[in-house]
């Protein structure tokens, strides 16, 4: 059995076509996530391994994508620190006693993560038992600039106030915490691949909103402690939104393919992380909301952009939004399929 195209593509080897998913491929957009979602809260699901796993599954058949992303969340793995983790009906997730000072981060107990998200774990398991050959199954985690962006501010943030002062107010605080989300995150991926995730995607969704020497002094250790403790061989994607200006470090800090949005030119973006790692994107998920006939130039121009090189996964430049006809992302995945077949 060759090795699937994603997996190749992250190792920058030749493929027949350019493999493509979609974050946020399982979730809202789908009415069978949406009948799933009205009958249980949404750490349940993720809690059942059997639920997460079906949840996991439903695109793979229905839009023909060259990965499956594993159903879980960037703050499961803040919930074992007692910080109140919910997901209260329409307002996104929220942190009930949010972590702002020196003695709040003392405070933060010891993770043993095994114990804690064994559930995400059993999902993995099952989900690769179930998957075709050709499509691997990508393990996540939220990096630690994001995951303590929300565990400071209690919530999502528009400026990042609280996070930006406890950095450079509490700086040995800030850096305790990362080092405390940077272990456990990288043993809770660990756990994803040891279960069996063959690739796996470092979400820094939020890093956008750093000066360059801020992501330097607070952030770039930790990502890049935590990218070096990963299980070697096991290919890394890394992730992040508005970071035009933070390309080359975020490429410093680590992974083998750099996840880019749509805000930056593809090709640009490669020449500026260098072209010994991949990229993955970057299509602008509102294009979908338009009928294919209307997304199809944007997504000729990146395929262009990336002239069949190796080392490029199409994906979105962040996740499917909620109001995406189904029948336009499966639209999507069969135009890079056709559009790039060599
Ligand atoms: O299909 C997939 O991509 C797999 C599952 C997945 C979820 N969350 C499920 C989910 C993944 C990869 C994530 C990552 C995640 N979670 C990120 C990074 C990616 C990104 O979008 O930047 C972030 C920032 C979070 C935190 C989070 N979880 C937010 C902000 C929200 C609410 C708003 C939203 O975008 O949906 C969640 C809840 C969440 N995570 C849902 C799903 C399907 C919706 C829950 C519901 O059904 O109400």
Redesign the pocket.
Known sequence: MPDPPLLLAARRKPTSFTPVW???????YLPE??SL?ARHG?LE??KTPQVAAE??LQ?IERLGVDAA???????LIVEPLGVGLE?A?????VIRRPVRSEADVARLPTVDVASAVGFVFETVRLVTRTLPARVPLIG?A?APF?VAS?VVEGG?SRDYLATKRLMREAPGAWHRLLTILADATAAYLNGQIAAGAAIV?L?D??VGALAPDDYREFVLPHTRALIAALTPRTPVIH?G?GTGGLLPLLREAGGDVIGLDWRVDLDAAWRAVGDDVGVQGNLDPVALLSPPKTFEASVRAILRRAAGRPGHIFNLG???L?STPVEHVKALVDMVHDVSAR
């Open positions: 979609l974050m946020r491929q399982a979730g809202r996530y949406r979602r949404f699901l993720c949840v996991t695109p992303i594993l159903f879980a969340d960037i703050l997901f009906k329409g307002e996104g997730p996540f939220g994001t929300y999502a995607q979400f969704s939020w992730f939104t962040h996740g499917v909620e």
